[in-house]
């Protein structure tokens, strides 16, 4: 996890300025995974930065088409501009176009296909992915589904990331197609639930969230349960966020002083101070907005631990939140 200041392509805590209602995430919750190692974060950062000028040198989506076709190893920053392109459009109509969408997914099952594994071709998939997960359209899943699933080696566990993030971005805005492919969606999210992977488990979190049926809510049940901090973590902020009082346990141990993290790489235990405390904001700002007095969950027990943090000698951030959100509890 990275500290809260984090870009907005990477994990971020969103701002506090007013608390929306109890509700499910939105595809702008879902895409701040604050679970991404720093790693990954970096890597993102850098190739937006690198490409960004790519599309403002116009919104030409037939330009980025016709770069698409061509079997070149450059053509992955094609990928790039067009998903940044749709995601970020507050044009509909782009988003609702089906003919892009159609041609978009014709090339990553041709891509999927031919499974070359070098990087431009999996940066190439993972982008198509990214745009195509933004589309308000029907029959987007199938190209999703496949993607997800598809791995060869390990290299492509960063496709499957980009195709499960994105399954979980579409489903949540269409819901149609999410009751279509219910069954579907769940058997894809489960296989990421248990894989050796911490960043697909993690992510299948959010996914089961996005799904929010009995069956996706069992599984964040049994993430409660996972080995890795950052699994659990997600499992819980998205089941409280349901008011689901199985969250209570996992939450508190996000609050305690040295709540444990994922530390997974020497850059990531050099981390380890910050990632706590956007672990400790994330959960006291996920309670602050379930304190209501017609809420779910037993909050006079997490409110112990949120006074620990308030009344202790947290980092100011930390302390500052949970002050602010003692008050709403308390209120």
Not at 62 to 70: G, H, I, P
């Amino acid at each position: 996890m990275t500290a809260p200041e984090s870009p907005s392509n990477s994990p971020s805590i969103p701002p506090n300025e007013s608390l929306p209602p109890v509700e499910p995430p939105s595809p702008g919750f879902l895409v701040q995974l604050f679970v991404i190692p720093a790693v990954i974060v970096a890597i993102i950062v850098v190739v937006w930065t690198m490409f960004t000028w790519l599309a403002q040198k116009g919104n030409d989506v037939d330009s980025y088409l016709v770069a698409l076709r061509r079997d070149t190893p450059a053509r992955w920053q094609a990928a790039v501009s067009l998903a940044d392109l749709v995601r970020s459009s507050g044009d509909e109509g782009i988003r609702r176009d089906a003919q892009v969408a159609q041609q978009l997914k014709d090339i990553l099952h041709q891509e999927l296909t031919n499974g070359r594994t070098d990087e431009p071709a999996l940066q190439l998939r993972a982008y198509l992915c990214n745009a195509l997960g933004e589309f308000r359209v029907p029959d987007v899943l199938p190209a999703l589904l496949e993607a997800s699933t598809k791995e060869k080696g390990e290299a492509e566990k960063s496709v499957r990331f980009a195709a499960l993030k994105s399954i979980a971005v579409y489903i949540d805005a269409n819901p149609a197609e999410r009751a279509a492919s219910a069954d579907k969606i769940q058997a894809v999210i489960d296989q990421a639930a248990q894989d050796d992977k911490p960043l697909l488990r993690s992510t299948a979190a959010f996914a089961y969230s996005a799904l929010d049926t009995e069956a996706a809510r069992a599984g964040l049940g049994r993430l409660l349960q996972d080995s890795t901090p950052d699994v659990r973590y997600n499992a819980a902020l998205m089941l409280a966020r349901r008011g689901d009082a199985r969250a209570v346990d996992v939450l508190t141990e996000m609050l305690a002083a040295d709540a444990p993290v994922s530390a997974e790489t020497d850059e990531d235990k050099q981390d380890i101070p910050q990632k706590r405390m956007a672990v400790q904001i994330n959960a006291l700002r996920t309670i602050e907005m379930l304190a209501k007095p017609d809420g779910k969950l037993p909050l006079d027990t997490l409110q112990k631990a949120v006074e620990s943090l308030a009344t202790g000698d947290a980092p100011a951030p930390v302390k500052a939140q949970a002050i602010e959100t003692l008050a709403k509890l308390k209120r």
